[in-house]
């Protein structure tokens, strides 16, 4: 994943691996972490996996390219929770798979169409180093 000049976040591939920071507020340890994920701008947020304090990484595939958000919700041994994501201000990452290449195309511009003074209808569609040729006399 590498950050784009916009804040967002950029994929080419549909595999991404999330390293949550965890932080514990109190005495008890963090116990799990969920991390939700949202294909809808935030709309509706899905539970995808949870690990244990011991694991460090969750794994995500996209079923398709998009954007997609992510939350994670920690859970203290006692049973202290984050509120579960409801918006999309609760994201904390913002990611854009994309794992197709684009397209480029090369154009010519448009030429004058219709036969001008001294040019015949053959060469008046050619570019004006062409159409003064001896083959278009």
Same mark, same amino acid.
């Given at each position: 994943?590498? @950050?784009?000049?916009? #804040?967002?976040?950029?994929?080419?591939?549909?595999? /991404?691996? $999330? @390293?949550?920071?965890?932080?514990?507020?109190?005495?008890?340890? !963090? =116990? @799990?972490?969920? $991390?939700? /994920?949202? &294909?809808?701008?935030? &709309?509706?947020?899905?539970?995808?996996?949870?690990?244990?304090?011991?694991? @460090?990484?969750?794994?995500? /595939? =996209?079923?398709?390219? #998009?954007?997609?958000?992510?939350?994670? !919700? =920690?859970?203290? *041994? !006692?049973?202290?929770?984050? &509120?579960?994501?409801?918006?999309?201000? %609760?994201?904390?990452?913002?990611?854009?798979?994309?794992? &197709?290449?684009? %397209?480029?195309? $090369?154009?010519?511009?448009?030429?004058?169409?219709?036969?001008?003074?001294?040019?015949?209808?053959?060469?008046? #569609?050619?570019?004006?180093?062409?159409?003064? *040729?001896?083959?278009?006399?």
């Amino acid at each position: 994943i590498r @950050k784009g000049r916009d #804040g967002l976040h950029y994929s080419n591939s549909r595999t /991404v691996r $999330l @390293k949550p920071k965890v932080r514990a507020s109190g005495p008890a340890n !963090v =116990a @799990k972490i969920e $991390l939700f /994920v949202s &294909e809808d701008g935030g &709309e509706t947020w899905n539970l995808h996996s949870s690990i244990d304090d011991q694991e @460090k990484i969750f794994s995500f /595939v =996209a079923a398709q390219d #998009g954007r997609y958000l992510f939350c994670t !919700v =920690a859970t203290d *041994s !006692v049973g202290h929770s984050e &509120e579960a994501p409801t918006k999309m201000d %609760d994201a904390e990452l913002d990611v854009i798979i994309d794992t &197709e290449a684009p %397209d480029s195309l $090369l154009t010519a511009p448009a030429w004058n169409l219709r036969p001008g003074p001294g040019t015949s209808s053959v060469c008046s #569609g050619r570019p004006p180093m062409l159409a003064s *040729s001896t083959m278009c006399s």
